[in-house]
């Protein structure tokens, strides 16, 4: 197995423990100079303090087993706000902000994410202008959805 699948068996394995029942993990990955980066989530948001623990949980077992070697960096972080959502477990915490979805074929949508279910997620969108408008709520399974990303809103 690859050092990438080594590593994210082992953080896995660790958020298979009750405390850290409410996160999972998305992506890791091992970049050239032997850099590990680690992205986490949870279900209403990651702190500071599991991402800590998860790097130092991390480290121990790089450094015992060796796996690529002694020197290396390690970032074990949320995978921040600009990062398109990845697995459906991260969609009910977004519920009531806006999204961008890219759909398979290509086409886009924006809109306020209503609800998001096991198999897909409402988005509530708007057509028309004026007196025409009106909000339509889409029904997107997540086989659907190529990429979606929150959009940020600063008021």
Known sequence: MEPAGIIRHWVEEKLKEPEFRAYFL?????????KVEIFLDGDEG???EVCRTIS??????LDLEGLIGL???LEVSSPGATRPLELPRQYPKHV??????????????????AS????GI????TSGRGRQKQTVLEEIPFADIRQAVVKIAFK
Do not use: M
């Open 46 to 48: 990651i702190g500071l």
């Open 116 to 119: 998001a279910g096991t198999d």
């Open 71 to 73: 020197s290396y960096g």
């Open 96 to 113: 009531g902000r806006i999204l961008r979805v890219t759909l398979g074929d290509g086409t886009e949508k924006e809109g306020r994410l």
């Open 56 to 61: 130092r949980y991390v480290e121990e077992r």
């Open 26 to 34: 998305l992506q890791v990955q091992v970049l050239p100079g032997n």
């Open 122 to 125: 409402s988005l509530e969108t």
